[in-house]
């Protein structure tokens, strides 16, 4: 749940949008961006509309010259098998997930929670928050020889001043993932039914979340699932 593997390069080249030659872009965008924004740019949206569920914003006005959305933020998550997992988590499933990082990046922090998994419902407890991590990124300009490791080295969910950051940016995650679908029994390809009220999470295990990270240049992540896009890209 760290920069160094939510944040990947994004290069868009449209050398016919008047602006984007050359043009920089910071704001947090995602990968789930990309399929609206090339429907966009090849004239599909004007004579297709887009299916209503289908995730993701058009960035060819970003492209454009629009200015930067400052609270735009980009979403990944993250599950865990268990404490200190080893990664193997590929070949486990679903019904083995103990808990499940669910992080938010803006311009200027990243936050994840760590929240138990409902088995039962193949949702996250978002009621039953095990850890807190946010780092600070407000000087991270992406750049320089220890940009990879420098910016998620110390954990500051707990200290005061960062309190209304916390709070912000936990209103951003329940607002994402409080839509979550409720699926019953293991695995993602069961049928949707309404989500159950108690939320009763299995146990889990899980570090304290001081342990800090790494942060590489660009940026991003993807709203519901798999994947990862920007911020900062050249155009």
Known sequence: ???????????????????????????????IDVFVTLADLSGAMRTHALPSALEGRTLAPLLAGAPSNESAAAFTLYPRWREFDNHSHCFKPYEAIEAIGLSVRTSGFRMTIWTAWNVSWNKPALGTVRAIELYDHRSDLGIGPHVFDEFENENLAASPQYAPVVEELRGLLHEQFGRWEARPGPGPDALPVAAKSDDVAKPLLIDDGSAGGAAVYWAGAQKTGVGAALPAADV
């Open 1 to 31: 749940m760290f920069e160094n593997d939510a944040r990947v390069p994004l290069l868009i080249r449209a050398p016919f949008v008047s602006h984007s030659v050359g043009r920089r872009i910071a704001q947090p965008v995602e990968l």
